[in-house]
């Protein structure tokens, strides 16, 4: 869908793609707004990012897939990205996973960390990227990723840490939402292990 539009500015062989976000930064803004996610693959079209949370635990099991153009460069990215932050979110021997708030914390400072682009040497999919043309672009696909990524983060970060139910005086759902659950989702975390 996305890789058949000519009108997203493409840097190196990666598209950038419009979204629907609060975070400043340069990414063009979606045409159509949401208030959680998408509901159909013709609201998808506009907002990519939602996407890549439905998707991943779908697409992180396939071991290869044709790439058809920029917007699959992209959502591979986002997809490696949605696999760091879940490693960075497992618990380890004598240390638990982190609660809402610290895991808001640690995936939003993750995506503005330093980060590789295509042709650094440090980048994971170097044959699959080729590496900005100038110095401009290479600042244009940086800020651009990093809104990107600190969305996704704070998108990822809600689905992981779903709001539990309140019950009512029977032991029976009321339909309200409670706090947010102070673990991350075992459905989810069940992909971190995945290579």
Not at 24 to 32: D, N
Not at 39 to 63: G, K, T, Y
């Amino acid at each position: 869908m996305f890789n058949d539009d000519t009108s997203a500015r493409q840097v190196g062989n990666m598209a950038l793609l419009p979204i629907n976000t609060k975070v400043r930064g340069p990414a063009p803004l979606a045409a159509v707004k949401f208030a959680a996610y998408p509901r159909s693959a013709a609201d998808a079209h506009a907002f990519v990012h939602p996407v890549e949370c439905i998707r991943f635990r779908a697409n992180c099991l396939f071991r290869n897939f044709e790439i058809k153009g920029p917007a699959d460069r992209l959502m591979i990215y986002l997809i490696l990205f949605i696999s760091e932050c879940l490693t960075k979110l497992a618990p380890t021997p004598g240390k638990p996973s982190p609660g809402y708030q610290e895991a808001l914390k640690l995936l939003q400072t993750q995506a503005v960390d330093t980060f590789a682009l295509p042709g650094d040497a440090g980048f994971p999919l170097n044959s699959l990227y080729h590496a900005p043309a100038n110095r401009m672009d290479a600042d244009a696909l940086r800020s651009y990723l990093t809104q990107t990524r600190t969305e996704l983060a704070i998108r990822l970060v809600d689905r992981l840490y779903t709001h539990e139910q309140v019950l009512g005086p029977d032991g029976q759902p009321t339909g309200q939402l409670g706090a947010r659950s102070n673990k991350p989702s075992k459905w989810w975390m069940s992909f971190q292990k995945r290579r």
